[in-house]
């Protein structure tokens, strides 16, 4: 058997105050690493919170600097792989959604720049999609993740679990008014592509709109082993990658795929 303790941060971002989100971070992935896990998993923009506009380009993290160097510390600190959600980073005039992934030992393992921008929101006005899907190991379990409005995209996700990804993360901000999306989309991911699904989502609200929470770990069967609900919490729960390869083995939709028909 082969398994995975993974630690959930639900946090309520609090928009531009990006002083405060980083100190409230530090504290919580500190208090669940404490608990004997593997994987921190965090929301997406945690630094800045969920925003666009023209305060955005001040409020950026330049190449990244500052929330890298905390991942890494927090990761080699805690002796825990991180999967650091998403942060706004700022490279030149360019801004992007963009996830690092760092191993126990501090190291830098993977990044991802969010592909597709929230248009309701403008998101893609003011940020740089992404073009490439990403992979990496923790524990010798491959993993990719997608980031958020990304859900949306079944194409984008099964691209990844095509090269045999067992665990996929998604970090968002996503609104209470689609939880009944959110929570179907999870699930609906985890099935189709036979594989663990684990977001991490925004709770508060941003503005006036209140974000979901709900924080998902879904299995390859679409049980949800773990769910938030919609205030700052942390939770784990271990999973048994085992399961991935068996569920895969009795009904291998990956043999039996038509590409060539669609």
Known sequence: MKELRVGIVQLATEIG???????????????????????????ETWNTGFMTG??????ADE????SQSLLSELAQSEHVNIF???VAVKEGDSIYNR???????????????????????????????GTAIHQFELEGVLCSSATCYDIRFPELIRKSALQGIELFFLPAQWPLLRLHHWKILNQARAIENQMYFCSANGCGTIGKL???????VVDPWGEVLLECDEIPQIQTVTIDIDIVKDIRSKINVFRDRKPNCY
């Open 17 to 43: 105050q990006v002083d405060k989100n980083f100190e409230v971070l530090i504290e919580k992935v500190r208090a669940v690493a404490k608990q004997g896990i593997d994987v921190v998993v965090l929301p």
């Open 54 to 59: 023209p305060d955005l380009h001040a409020l």
């Open 63 to 66: 190449e990244g600097q500052r």
């Open 84 to 86: 650091g959600g998403s």
């Open 99 to 129: 996830t690092y992934v760092y191993n126990r030992n501090g190291e830098l393992l993977s990044t991802y720049d969010k592909m597709h921008g929230f248009s309701p929101a403008k998101e893609d006005k003011f940020f740089t999609g």
């Open 210 to 216: 209140p974000m979901a929470g709900h924080s998902m």
